[in-house]
């Protein structure tokens, strides 16, 4: 039987490189993405790490910084992030037999096999060339016999120059080099506070780890981080997850731009919630019947009154058409308003999930928002998702005045007619 082989294939600083990537002139330019409402960093470019300014830090706390080193800043652009996402990971299922999306910028390639064909350095540096060719983003690439190790393997290709941003790690002697190099924070799941205890018995590096009795650290610690010693010894124990995990809950929040204070706003926000929660809960294929509210107002400005409050409410039965979510919602927002506050921050979350092929109807529910729901939402989400127009509730409002505060926002490059570059 053939020994298991991964592959990690990670972008590099993915969403400034999305950034840059329409943008030539910023090629060697500091670019930094700002979080909602434009006030952390989210995203830095190697010249903004080269500057030491760090992950989360907010943007008025390096203003100076920003000025004196010309840094770019771009407001989060999400639709573009998400479609060069899907460029790369449409590249990597047509090259590897099995992938896991493991998040926006990051696959799990299972390449078991693969070796008998090609060599594994060589696909590893076909698939990093391919990317860069037809999208633009470059990438890393760790390949190990363990997913553990793959994300290791991964952190030297982008660590280490030399390597060409590929590492095959396939070699146990290779291994415990690497691993003899990396502080334990560096594995994979070993947080910052489990590191630190770990530290405190001695064990600082990636292969004191690795050189742990398994047994031991079960008992003191968790199977986890057992499985976590196995996997940095070679002896795979996490599979690959081809499908995602179905979610337990979605949540919809964001902070308002600016202070709102009216209640006709502080709605219309509540619906845009409620109407992003039900389109993602239908992408699930679920049903939901739990519905949940929340208000807020600011939480550092001890100068002005203080109100947050969040209702819940169960549903008759599981649903995923927004209207029925929209009746239930406004329900609990006129019990949760309080006038004479100003409101930071509002969001809705749906839980108690349901397939929408099992579950166990109501025999004396009636559907409160008509027939042809189904169809109804199917429409309206094909229209949505076309990129040839808007259809949306009228209780959303038509030019909403608490939108995120968004100065630094780049072009639709790759889902907007209107935004394609031109050349002159």
Known sequence: MSQKVFALVDCNNFYASCEKLFRPDLKYKPVAVLSNNDGCIVARSKEVKALGIKMGVPVHQVQEQIKQHQIVCFSSNYALYADMSQRVMSLLEAEAPEIEIYSIDEAFLKLT?????????????????KVDQCTGITVGVGIAPTKTLAKLANHAAKTYPATGSVVNLMDPARQRRLLALL??????????????????????????????????VRREYSVVL??????????????????PATKKQILC???????????????????????????????????????????????????????????????????DDTRAF????????????????????????????YSSHAYQADLFHTD????????????MDN??????GQVFFAAQGLAPEWSMKRQFLSPAYTTQWSDLPSVR
């Open 113 to 129: 096999g693969v070796e008998a064909v090609e060599d594994l350095l060589a696909f590893g540096q076909r698939i990093k060339a």
């Open 183 to 216: 502080d334990v924070s560096e594995v994979w799941g070993v947080g910052r506070r489990l590191s630190k205890r770990l530290q405190e018995q001695g064990i600082h590096t990636a292969l004191d780890l690795a050189d742990t009795d398994p047994k031991l």
């Open 226 to 243: 057992e499985r976590t010693i196995r996997e940095l010894n070679g002896i795979s124990c996490l599979s690959l997850e081809s499908l």
């Open 253 to 319: 929040s964001r902070s308002f731009g600016s202070r709102i204070t009216e209640r006709a706003q502080l709605k219309e926000a509540i619906a845009k919630y409620v109407t992003r929660a039900a389109e993602k809960l239908r992408a699930e294929g679920c049903l939901a019947r739990v519905l949940q509210v929340f208000i807020r107002t600011g939480m550092f400005n001890a100068s002005e009154p203080q109100y947050r409050n969040a209702l819940t409410i169960e549903l008759t039965q599981p649903t």
């Open 326 to 353: 929209l009746k239930a919602a406004f329900q609990l927002f006129d019990k949760l308003f309080r006038p004479g506050f100003r409101y930071a921050k509002a969001g809705v979350m749906l839980t108690d999930f």
């Open 368 to 379: 409160a928002v008509g027939d042809h729901g189904a169809a109804l939402m199917a429409v």
């Open 383 to 388: 229209i949505n998702q076309s990129g040839h």
